[in-house]
C-alpha cells in the first residue's frame, strides 16, 4: 500500500515553455503533499507544501510564480514550472503521507526535468 | 530550529558485514518522529524505519535496526549482513510540525 505515482519521469524542454508534473497517491487520500527538489549528490530541498483545495506553502526563496502548485483533490497535486530556464534543470520529487501524525512520506519516483 | 545533521558523506562495507550510519538532530519538541530512508541509484526514496521519540525501545525491521538515544538526540542506523543491494544514499528525518527534515545524506558503498 501507500503508493504515490509521479509523471512524467523525464522530460526535456524548451526554454520559456512550461512544464507540468503530476503527483498522485493510487491507494490513499492525502490533504497535504510535498515538493522536493534534488541537486545532484545533494539532499532533499522542500520547495513547497500542497494543501488540498488552498493554497500551497512555498519555502523561503521558492519563487510562488515559477512554481505554481494545484493540489485540486485529495488524490492529486501538479507541479507547472513555467517560463522554464536552464537553472530550473533538476530532479523534482513529489511525496504524499496519509494525514496521521508520524504516518511516513511516501514518495513518487521523480522527475528528470532538463530545459535546454 | 529543526536541524539534522549526518557527518558520515561515504562509508564502505564488505559484504556480509556490519555498519552503522550516524544522525544527530536538533528540536526543542519532546513528540516527533525519526526516519531513515534509502535512496539507490534509481532514485526512489524507500522508507528503511520509524521510531517513535515517546518509545525508548529500538525499532527493528529485519536487517536494519536503530540505535535511538533521546538524551543525546542521536539516531543511528545499524545495518547487518550487508548486501550489495543495500548499496545507495541513506537519509535520516526528522518529522514535527508537519514537516519532514532531512539530513544531508550517507552515501553507502557494499563491496563484494
Known amino acids: 500500500g501507500a503508493v504515490v505515482s509521479q509523471h512524467p519521469s523525464r522530460v526535456i524542454c524548451k526554454s520559456g515553455t512550461s512544464v507540468k508534473i503530476e503527483c498522485r497517491s493510487l491507494d490513499f487520500q492525502a490533504t497535504t503533499m510535498f515538493w522536493y527538489r534534488q541537486f545532484p549528490k545533494q539532499s532533499l530541498m522542500l520547495m513547497a507544501t500542497?494543501?488540498?483545495?488552498?493554497?500551497?506553502?512555498?519555502e523561503q526563496g521558492v519563487e510562488k510564480d515559477k512554481f505554481l502548485i494545484n493540489h485540486a483533490s485529495l488524490t492529486l497535486s501538479t507541479l507547472t514550472v513555467t517560463s522554464a530556464h536552464p537553472e530550473d534543470s533538476s530532479f523534482y520529487i513529489c511525496?504524499?503521507?496519509?494525514?496521521?501524525?508520524?504516518?511516513?512520506?511516501?514518495f513518487g519516483n521523480g522527475t528528470r526535468l532538463t530545459v535546454t | 530550529a529543526q536541524t539534522v545533521t549526518q557527518s558520515q558523506p561515504e562509508m564502505s562495507v564488505q559484504e556480509a558485514e556490519t555498519v552503522t550510519l550516524s544522525c544527530t538532530y536538533d528540536t526543542s519538541e519532546n513528540n516527533y518522529y525519526l526516519f531513515w530512508y534509502k535512496q539507490p541509484p534509481s532514485r526512489q526514496m524507500i522508507l528503511v524505519i520509524r521510531q517513535e521519540a515517546y518509545k525508548q525501545q529500538n525499532a527493528t525491521e529485519n536487517r536494519f535496526s536503530v540505535n535511538f538515544q533521546k538524551a543525546a538526540k542521536s539516531f543511528s542506523l545499524k545495518i547487518s549482513d550487508s548486501q550489495l543491494g543495500d548499496t545507495a544514499m541513506y537519509f535520516c528525518?526528522?518529522?514535527?510540525?508537519?514537516?519532514?527534515?532531512f539530513g544531508s545524506g550517507t552515501k553507502l558503498n557494499v563491496k563484494p
Open positions: 511525496s504524499a503521507r496519509v494525514d496521521s501524525f508520524g504516518s511516513p512520506l511516501h
Open positions: 500542497s494543501n488540498e483545495g488552498s493554497k500551497a506553502t512555498y
Open positions: 528525518a526528522l518529522y514535527n510540525f508537519n514537516k519532514f527534515y
